[in-house]
């Protein structure tokens, strides 16, 4: 167990730092500096300026002498400085990442509750018409855009029918409205994948065993058919964080919320590079952190693949 | 690209979120025909009724922004709040055209242009209590011409031409010029030329861009907020220092101002049309109508500091380096056909570089007119010959450019789609990657995508727009140009100077044509019917003048 831990984060470690390397790449390849792209926003700005501000924010120095010294500040929590606003990017994002994190916790417990109802329904139903609308909405969550299901709840609730603020007000509706919209975009993946295992969990003879020996329809889903096809919901689950932070940010926008959508919407009309590369490396941080949390889990569910000596990956068991 | 994998799924969802608003638009306007809905409730406009005291007014603004240091970036979200906090030695009075006092009583130069003395109005305080007086104007001046190293705030384009100024006494000070600038007098009434306290100076970078901590003399002083959600204004109960030609020379009328933001353009009129604001900034051209069916208002604001919309050209790639094909792309626009598709009444079609109503304005609207036969010969003649597809072609390069822009425009995308179906016709083929936040980020530098789609504010002459080898425009800096840019800002007298911005804008628009100018600078904002309010040439709502009347 130890040895698995271990390897796991130390992989983890290891695609945070090469996320960070990218990233430091990428900018090298924007045709010009942060600094220079900034202050275009501007109609037209003297090289002297230009020079000053670079050496002001370091990025006069050597590509290697940079490399590290921006690593070196994000082993301490320091990301560089906005450059439209001054302020610290750990300081920025920090801020208002709880407010997404809200957002985005409720919207996921209420894709997983969602996702249980949709499979407990059709898997134990006995109305056929039932179970076949039920089997239809996953792929219709999947198909709906957040932002549209946004627009038109927003549309018909506030304008239409004004029983809620277009803007937050801390009304439950403010908080209910947004986090149903990412919550039913979100738990379309995880249904789909939970009705496919349990399909073939269904299909294994340890069922038709508990069935002989008398087990009722339901203790047979809650009992063993969820708990053997939870693995390959977890692991999708643990895909759809990325799916969530764009839904968050997404949610964000089209309910004016604050949060990392307003922080993404602001470092791309102002070109702010640092705000940018420090939300990108904040998503693929989250992205590594959440995949860890659920590869940690998941010899709980699954003993095997401890067993398997470190052979095979969960995934590859998974899937 | 750091940028573009974080924002490369946005571009797609935001085109798809401009057609689900046309949708849902088309489909509020159906409801609204059929009688089904009665939401918007029509009351008469109120239009000549005295000023209502109190109240809070609601303002939506397009994007939450943090930046809020007086003199960077000049993003119309910052300009809108800070131009009821802060205050400005002169103002821009757009009836009249011309520069008029305000926390300088009396303003004048010598006669060529290198030193101006302003008398600064005794009995003015920041909101802090500091007066302000002839130290506190110096040291905004020294920030404005000099940038301050130690909060890294770089210095204003428009003050290149800055030396030193010397406090005459306690409220007069005597600015010198480096070299001759005849616009300097107009750069002091721009917002980002507003004054903040000698407190707020001493901040750091991050305390001068936070609007809590920025000290003002404005009708308006920073109350409360919710990041990146909302603003709350309080009225400064004594400001007695307003424009010499506002209506309203003492307190503002309205309590409060609530700066709120809806990004969604989308719920933009349907925010106005519920009452959940009294204003709103950045109105599509489809929703229009709707608002004022509902009995509530469009009000555009000319933006008569700013260029006009235009594709700004560069040479980079070579396609565009023959004047000749240049002027061909410039006729080869149908203006008026994009007036009729693309935008509403509320937008005006270019006449030049320079807005309608800016000093110096010169009409070049007959060299403009449409005239694709001419633009056709024009390329032949540069030997861009039509291939097989229609495209022209010369050395085997295909005739294909690009245009760039940022999305702060909500028309821009829509006016170049249209402009790639003009110039087909003439053999050109324009690759519209307005509106793409991602894409500007690489574009923005790259002296290889032939267009910038932008407009620009321009206080007076047109060089620091268009001069600067760094101009983000050209990329390029025209020797011709700068020899007439340098020439304008000399000129002593004042007809001398209107003749040189002429030759400005005839050079750019025509000679050159570097500049595809497109439609006059315009903020379409929508108002609730009982909300009145005006706007500074700069486009911003004057809070201190505005009020609501009762519903």
């Known amino acids: ?319 | 690209m750091a940028t573009k994998d974080k924002n490369e799924p946005r571009s797609p969802r935001r085109f798809r979120r401009a057609q689900a608003a046309a949708l849902l638009t088309a489909s509020a306007l159906l409801l609204t025909a059929c009688g089904g809905n009665s939401g918007g409730g029509a009351e008469p406009a109120a239009n000549s009724s005295e000023p209502v005291q109190g109240g809070t007014l609601v303002f939506a603004e397009v994007t939450p922004i943090n930046n809020f240091q007086t003199q960077s970036a000049r993003f119309y979200e910052k300009a809108n709040v800070l131009n009821s906090v802060l205050d400005r030695l002169t103002y821009f009075d757009a009836e009249s055209g011309k520069l008029v006092p305000w926390i300088a009583s009396k303003f004048s130069g010598n006669e060529d242009n290198t030193e101006f003395t302003f008398d600064i109005r005794p009995d003015v305080t920041f909101s802090d209590g500091t007066p302000l007086d002839a130290e506190a104007v110096k040291a905004n001046l020294d920030v404005l011409g000099k940038g301050l190293e130690k909060a890294q705030i770089q210095p204003n384009v428009d003050f290149s031409a800055y030396e030193s100024t010397e406090v005459v006494d306690e409220d007069t000070v005597k600015v010198e010029l480096k070299s001759a600038d005849a616009n300097f007098l107009r750069a002091t009434s721009s917002v980002a030329a507003g004054l903040v306290s000698p407190k707020t100076l001493e901040l750091d970078n991050a305390g001068q861009s936070d609007i809590a901590k920025i000290s003002g003399s404005g009708p308006f002083v920073f109350e409360s907020e919710k990041p990146d959600e909302e603003i709350v204004l309080a009225k400064r109960a004594d400001y007695a220092w307003a424009p010499e030609t506002a209506k309203n020379q003492g307190a503002a009328y309205l309590d409060k101002v609530v700066v709120k933001y809806l990004p969604e353009v989308a719920h933009r009129a349907g925010a106005v049309q519920s009452g959940q604001v009294d204003l709103v900034r950045g109105l599509q051209p489809a929703d229009e109508a709707a608002v004022t069916t509902g009995g509530n208002q469009v009000l555009p604001a000319r933006g008569i500091d700013l260029t006009a919309n235009m594709a700004a050209v560069r040479i980079g790639s070579g396609k565009l380096a023959d004047e000749k094909v240049r002027q061909a792309l410039q006729v080869g626009i149908d203006r008026q056909a994009l007036k009729d598709t693309v935008l509403s009444d509320s937008y005006e079609i270019a006449g030049s570089i320079l807005n309608h109503r800016a000093p110096g304005f010169v009409d070049l609207s007959a060299d403009l007119a449409y005239d694709p036969e001419k633009a056709k010969s024009l390329l032949d003649e540069a030997g861009w010959v039509a291939g097989s597809d229609g495209i022209r072609e010369k050395d085997g390069k295909k005739l294909e450019v690009t245009v760039t822009s940022s999305n702060n425009s909500v028309v821009i995308k829509p006016a170049f789609e249209l402009i790639e179906q003009q110039w087909r016709e003439i053999g050109v083929k324009l690759v519209n990657r307005a509106a793409d936040n991602t894409f500007l980020a690489t574009a923005l530098q790259d002296p290889k995508v032939e267009f910038f789609g932008t407009r620009q504010f321009a206080y007076g002459g047109l060089g620091p727009v268009f001069g600067p080898e760094t101009n983000t425009q050209t990329l390029n800096a025209d020797k011709d140009l700068n020899e007439l840019f340098a020439a304008e800002r000399a000129a002593a007298d004042e007809a001398k100077h209107g003749e040189l911005v002429a030759e400005e804008q005839r050079a750019l628009v025509l000679d050159k044509a570097l500049a595809l100018v497109l439609w006059d600078e315009v903020q379409v904002y929508g108002a609730h019917s009982g909300t009145q309010v005006e706007f500074t040439s700069g486009t911003a709502p004057i809070f201190q003048g505005a009020w609501k009347t009762a519903g």
């Open chain 1, 1 to 319: 167990m130890g040895r698995y831990v271990a390897q796991r984060i130390g992989q983890a470690l290891l695609v945070i730092w090469l996320a960070y390397t990218v990233i430091f790449l990428a900018v090298q390849l924007l045709p010009s500096d942060p600094v220079t792209i900034f202050l275009s926003t501007d109609s037209a700005v003297e090289q002297a300026t230009i020079d000053n501000m670079k050496r002001q924010y370091g990025y006069d120095q050597p590509l290697l002498v940079q490399y590290f010294a921006q690593l070196g500040g994000l082993l301490t929590g320091d990301v560089g400085y906005s450059l439209a606003s001054g302020e610290p990017v750990a300081l920025r994002i920090g801020g208002v990442v709880g407010s997404t994190i809200a957002l985005a916790v409720s919207a996921f417990a209420t894709a997983v509750v969602l996702a249980l109802a949709v499979v407990t329904v059709a898997t134990l139903t006995r109305s056929a018409l039932l179970r076949k609308i039920v089997l239809n909405l996953p792929p219709l969550f999947a198909a709906v855009p957040v932002f549209w299901l946004g627009l038109v709840l927003l549309e018909l609730l506030s304008i239409r029918w004004g029983v809620m603020s277009l803007f937050p007000d801390g009304s439950f509706l403010s908080l209910a409205v947004p986090v149903f919209v990412l919550g039913v975009h979100v738990s379309a993946p995880i249904a789909q994948v939970l009705l496919k295992s349990i399909d073939t969990v269904y299909n294994q003879p340890f069922i038709d065993v508990l069935r002989a020996k008398g087990a009722s329809a339901s203790w047979i889903f809650f009992r063993h058919a969820l708990k053997n096809a939870g693995g390959p919901a977890m692991t999708i689950t643990g895909i759809t964080v990325g799916t969530l932070l764009a839904g968050s940010v997404i949610t964000e926008t089209v309910f004016a919320r604050s949060g990392l959508g307003a922080v993404v919407l602001q470092a791309v009309t102002t070109q702010d590079v640092p705000l940018v590369q420090g939300l990108v490396l904040l998503t693929a941080t989250v992205f590594v952190a959440v995949n860890l949390v659920v590869d940690l889990l998941y010899p709980l569910l699954d003993p095997r693949i401890l067993k398997s000596n470190g052979q095979g990956s969960p995934r590859a068991l998974a899937v």
